[in-house]
């Protein structure tokens, strides 16, 4: 409870160094309005039933086999990083 607090606290001192910046404020609103959107998104998300689990391992293993017999690319670490900036999960 107290980190949250210390976070807070540094935030408002943070914003408050930004207040009479009218242009900066708009970016940090804009980009606050898609933390929220996106966290807002991740709670309604419905949690993988252990059939959907498994099923996307057995897809995984496939897709492993795949590529071991030269049959398949797989993604690059550069591709699946884009991928994670794309939905918000990686900076």
């Known amino acids: 409870m107290e980190t949250t607090l210390n976070t807070s606290a540094e935030l408002l001192r ?5 207040a009479d910046d ?3 404020l708009k970016k940090l ?9 996106k966290k807002r998104e991740a709670e309604e998300e419905p949690v993988q039933t252990k059939e959907e689990i498994l099923a996307d ?3 995984a293993c496939r897709e492993l086999k795949l590529h071991r ?3 398949k690319e ?3 670490w550069d591709e699946f990083k884009k991928e994670l900036q794309d939905e918000g999960y990686y900076n």
């Open 29 to 37: 609103l804009a980009y606050t309005k898609k933390l929220v959107t």
């Open 69 to 71: 017999e030269g049959k």
């Open 74 to 76: 797989l993604q690059t």
């Open 22 to 24: 009218e242009n900066s």
């Open 14 to 18: 943070q914003i408050g160094y930004l």
């Open 57 to 59: 391992f057995a897809e």
